[in-house]
């Protein structure tokens, strides 16, 4: 790099920070965190406060790992399918980059889902209005959130950014706004009593924590633009952007969690299950107030699309790569070409999945357990062992934290499922 690079005046370093600090922290705060004062609120009070306490260590240090493979590689510029296909050789690139792919786009597929539930709920709840055809606000809805990645990946960034001041704000004072209305006696009924089932409750919480908390989507493009901005240096300032992340997800999340989660009590999380609601729609439906009935699209559709945008970025990553694997002549097609057929790919697909309306907790929890355990936890723990570049951060408490509670969330989704 530069010493022009390296020494940018102070103002854009901050401004750099900043960015990526929301961009992060809005690539995360999605239909996950939506959908985890259901989840993770119907396993019981003493589940909920482990997982408060753990889940901010375990984002901070996975997502930390995964960076230091990229800023470790070789190869500078270059995204994390090339780096890891470098890593490992092609074989193992191939799998990996499968992985990667199913790692986001059904995530994608999930935010389809839920904001055309969301929409469809305030037409009818609070609008009064008739419920509109899936096969009509479909298209529409995802074709708006894909229409703003077909104008650019720095466009989409400043949108993303746009919508997340408001939603934090929104987050804020929909969590202020409950306390009124908690009911402690109604959530300590919630989850199981005995001692087994506590343990249980414990280990099964986690998956939808990790696809809440997850903004490893966005780590790739995040450090190839510190490093563009920061030189080969950028390991400290690439740490302080993690961590402040990861910070502003664990107060806003967890406290929007525990107040929805008190707010609704067992009954309410049931409800609001059933009908395949995120919590503020159903807090919209329930109270009646014009606060909530006009708050809760808001903080819903800012959400959505702040991580529709961030994990479309590591689908067209994966996509793309996958694509020039099985037809190699691909790669001579023009980057900007290839773009706009991906997101045609991501709209018709979408789309599809949003009028069957599958349920979300569902796709969460196997999407959460599953793929980002393996991508998020489990792999730059593998590589760090594995591959020489990486041996600087071996031996580090952290990593056997982390190998602990990546192998636990996906021996936790396996049992789930068999189950």
Not at 194 to 199: E, P, R, V
Request: hydrophobic share 55%.
């Amino acid at each position: 790099m530069t010493d022009t690079q390296v020494t940018e005046p102070p103002e854009t370093k901050g401004s750099v920070n900043r960015s990526w600090t929301i961009t992060l922290f809005g690539t995360a705060v999605g239909a996950g965190i939506l959908f985890l004062p259901i989840s993770a609120g119907s396993f019981g009070f003493w589940p909920l406060l482990i997982a408060t306490i753990l889940i901010g260590p375990m984002t901070y240090f996975a997502h930390l790992a995964f960076s230091w493979m990229m800023s470790s590689s070789r190869l500078q510029g270059e995204d994390v399918l090339v780096v890891l296909t470098d890593y490992f050789g092609k074989k193992a690139g191939i799998v990996i980059a499968i992985i990667y792919w199913f790692t986001f786009f059904p995530v994608v597929l999930i935010y389809g889902v839920s904001i055309v539930n969301t929409v469809d709920s305030f037409v009818v709840n609070q609008l009064d209005g008739p419920s509109i055809s899936r096969w009509i606000l479909a298209p529409v809805l995802v074709g708006l959130m894909t229409l703003a990645l077909a104008f650019g990946d720095k466009i989409m960034l400043v949108v993303a950014q746009f919508v997340v001041y408001p939603l934090i704000i929104a987050l804020a004072a929909v969590s202020l706004y409950l306390i009124p209305q908690w009911d402690f006696s109604s959530f300590m009924d919630a989850g199981p009593k005995d001692a087994g089932g506590l343990l249980s409750a414990m280990i099964l919480i986690l998956p939808v924590l990790v696809f809440a908390f997850s903004f490893v989507a966005a780590i790739s493009q995040f450090v190839l633009d510190m490093e563009n901005n920061y030189g080969q240096n950028h390991g400290r300032q690439t740490t302080k952007v993690i961590r402040n992340a990861t910070i502003l997800l664990t107060v806003f999340t967890m406290f929007f969690v525990w107040s929805s989660a008190l707010a609704m009590g067992a009954d309410g999380m049931d409800v609001a299950n059933e009908q395949n609601l995120p919590v503020l729609s159903y807090f919209a439906n329930v109270t009646g107030t014009p606060f909530m009935a006009y708050m809760a699209p808001i903080v819903v559709i800012c959400a959505i699309a702040s991580s529709y945008f961030g994990h479309s970025l590591g689908t067209v990553e994966g996509t793309k790569y996958l694509v020039g694997l099985v037809a190699p002549s691909t790669k001579d097609v023009p980057s900007r070409k290839m773009d706009l057929w991906t997101y045609l790919f991501i709209f018709v697909v979408t789309s599809l999945v949003a009028v069957v309306n599958p349920s979300i907790l569902d796709m969460i929890s196997v999407v959460g357990g599953i793929f980002f355990a393996l991508m998020t936890y489990l792999l730059p723990m593998y590589a760090i062992y594995k591959v020489d570049a990486l041996k600087k951060f071996r031996n580090r408490k952290a990593n056997y934290f982390v190998m602990v509670m990546g192998a636990i969330v996906l021996f936790a989704t396996i049992w789930d499922m068999v189950s």
